[in-house]
């Protein structure tokens, strides 16, 4: 039987001719990166005829050729844009959402020049099938529309967060949203129609506008229902319940072709240095001894925070190898770790500005993971079998968390004001104790379901011969 990687497959016979697919991520390090994914499971199963372009914010460092297989392209957008109107927040308190708005408003007409460019272009190296676009990006899809060109839009997040902002209207209408107050008890009441989650847990940004976010999730919305299709990150095994209810309530097609890192022959796409040296530190460490620490790319913490995070972790006296990118501590742009901290665990720690994620947590020393809850990261750990201590802070990331500690129970969050003593009993508990032990049974018993999903005749397998045929039918 002829497969989507088979120069037979049906997806590429139907057509014989060379097709391009255009791509467009949200400029955040957390949507480049699956999309790239993406463009490397297409090209790698494309029987040679599909070449990707890959449009890319002018204000990110541009990507290298070098580092792709022939076929790719990549455009910037946005050159003339003062970079001052499209600055990446980070941190819980950044607005999000208001980002997301004017990276729609402020690209929306460059892009169209740099489109309208190309399928002028259109001979030379292949008509354009479609355009991938993020989710988040409705302005460039309305571009593509008005261009002539299919669209199909890729969702970064697990389908439960899916789920959760397609019933963002119902719960506004009920006047649950924005909460009325902030009284605790007010929002810990559980959602019943979105179980496990509660009130808070729908509050994606402290200082994101209700407006704003409404905004946001109509357009995010309205990319999905008027796409071609849907592409979701995630594996049928893992949010199959979730799935259904998106199915029956976009009435567009769903491909669920995830794990992305695990079927992608994409290259690295870090817009940041990673340092291999802890590969080999990790080398000399015990097996599920090492806890690893890493708050993604957006996410930060106060100063205080970081000299609770530094002692609890000193004082648990376990492994530990700590993520600090160079804007991890708001306001500051000097990082600097307590004294006495680099003499109380030397030997046993490792402190690093980047560290190459998916190579970590699939070694054999890692046996934790404190992670923000970014949908990556955590996709990422369930891959590995690696139980996780959550501390998620803004958009999906507390969406996610309950995910991991009440539906697939292999992970809990470290909740409230960052203190020493409190962290350093959550890293006991998920290294040393019984109940931890049984998170990474269960982590791992995941870990064999998504591999089992990418098999041949897997679900996620089988969904990307879908989507290819899907591609070469425009």
Not at 135 to 146: D, I, T, W
Not at 279 to 285: G, I, N, R, V
Request: hydrophobic fraction near 40%; glycine fraction near 8%; aromatic fraction near 6%.
């Amino acid at each position: 039987m002829a497969t989507a990687g088979d120069p037979a497959s049906p997806a590429i016979s139907a057509s014989g001719r060379r097709r391009r697919v255009l791509m467009f991520p949200l400029p955040f390090q957390g949507h480049i990166t699956p999309m790239l994914q993406l463009a490397g499971a297409l090209h790698a199963r494309g029987g040679g005829r599909l070449d990707i372009t890959v449009f890319h914010a002018a204000f990110n460092a541009p990507p290298d050729p070098a580092r792709h297989p022939p076929g790719y392209r990549f455009i910037a957008v946005g050159e003339g844009v003062p970079s001052g109107d499209l600055v990446i927040p980070s941190g819980s308190d950044a607005d999000f959402a208001g980002a997301l708005l004017r990276i729609n408003d402020r690209l929306r007409e460059p892009f169209r020049d740099r489109l309208r460019q190309l399928l002028a272009e259109e001979g030379d190296g292949g008509a354009a099938a479609c355009l991938v676009v993020d989710s988040n990006l409705r302005g460039m899809q309305l571009v593509a529309e008005e261009l002539g060109v299919p669209t199909l839009v890729l969702r970064t997040g697990g389908a439960a967060c899916l789920v959760a902002y397609m019933a963002f209207p119902a719960l506004c209408e009920k006047g649950l949203l924005p909460p009325a107050s902030q009284d605790k008890a007010q929002l810990e009441m559980p959602l019943d129609e979105l179980t496990p989650l509660r009130l808070r847990d729908m509050v994606f940004s402290p200082i994101t506008t209700h407006a704003n976010m409404t905004r946001c999730l109509e357009h995010l919305l309205a990319a999905a229902r008027s796409s071609s299709g849907v592409i979701l990150n995630t594996f049928q095994e893992l949010e199959n319940s979730d799935l259904q209810k998106i199915t029956d309530g976009l009435g567009v097609p769903i491909y669920t072709i995830g794990p992305l890192h695990k079927i992608s022959s994409g290259t690295d796409s870090s817009l940041l240095a990673q340092d291999q040296t802890c590969l080999k530190w990790l080398d000399k460490q015990e097996t599920d001894s090492v806890l690893y620490v890493s708050l993604g790319s957006l996410a930060s913490m106060d100063e205080k925070e970081m000299l609770e995070t530094a002692w609890g972790l000193a004082n648990s006296q376990r492994p530990f190898l700590w993520v600090i990118r160079h804007n991890m501590v708001k306001s500051s742009q000097q990082v600097s770790l307590p004294e006495g901290f680099e003499e109380a665990t030397r030997g046993r720690g490792m402190v690093v500005p980047w560290a190459p994620q998916l190579e970590v947590l699939g070694h054999h020393a890692i046996g934790g993971f404190w992670t923000h809850n970014g949908w990556n990261s955590t996709l990422e750990s369930i891959c590995e079998g690696v139980p996780m201590i959550c501390r998620p802070q803004f958009a999906d990331q507390m969406i996610n968390m309950r995910y991991v500690e009440e539906v697939w129970k292999i992970g809990f969050e470290l909740e409230g004001e960052l203190e020493r003593g409190k962290i350093e009993m959550a890293i006991t508990r998920l290294l040393c104790m019984e109940e931890g032990r049984q998170m990474r049974q269960r982590a791992k018993d995941l870990r064999d379901k998504a591999v089992k999903c990418t098999e041949e005749k897997g679900s996620s397998k089988s969904a990307i011969v879908l989507l290819l045929k899907r591609i070469m039918s425009f």
